[in-house]
């Protein structure tokens, strides 16, 4: 299994920044791909940015050029650097990581941190 901990979010101005992290721990070996997520109140979970262990990213619409996603491999942690920060960025940002066990595909969840862009 891999269990992942994400942490910084919190409160920013519209403009402002804010980076995520989220660290993996256990079966790391077998992650393929993580990524972000995002729920606002009333709407479904969605694909924020995504990126393999080889180093693909994809980006939602609404994020690129805006928002950066990256992963060091050696302490299997992946990052959100969120630029330009919008009201509409405002939700719970969930970090997710694919993996493999045994030739079955899982995802794993971390518990969310808010994300609340306002002035």
């Known amino acids: 299994q891999v269990q992942l901990v994400e942490s910084g979010g919190g409160l920013v101005q519209p403009g402002g920044s804010l980076r995520l992290s989220c660290a993996a721990s256990?079966?790391?070996?077998?992650?393929?791909?993580m990524g972000w997520y995002r729920q606002a109140p009333g709407e479904q979970r969605e694909l924020v940015a995504s990126i393999t262990k080889g180093g693909m990213s994809n980006y939602a619409d609404s994020v690129k050029g805006r928002f950066t996603i990256s992963r060091d491999n050696a302490i299997n942690t992946v990052y959100l650097q969120m630029n330009s920060l919008k009201p509409e960025d405002t939700a719970v940002y969930y970090c997710?990581?694919?993996?493999?066990?045994?030739?079955?595909?899982?995802?794993?969840w971390g518990q969310g941190t808010q994300v609340t862009v306002s002035s």
């Open positions: 256990g079966r790391t070996i077998s992650i393929a791909a």
């Open positions: 997710n990581a694919l993996y493999f066990s045994w030739g079955t595909q899982y995802d794993s």
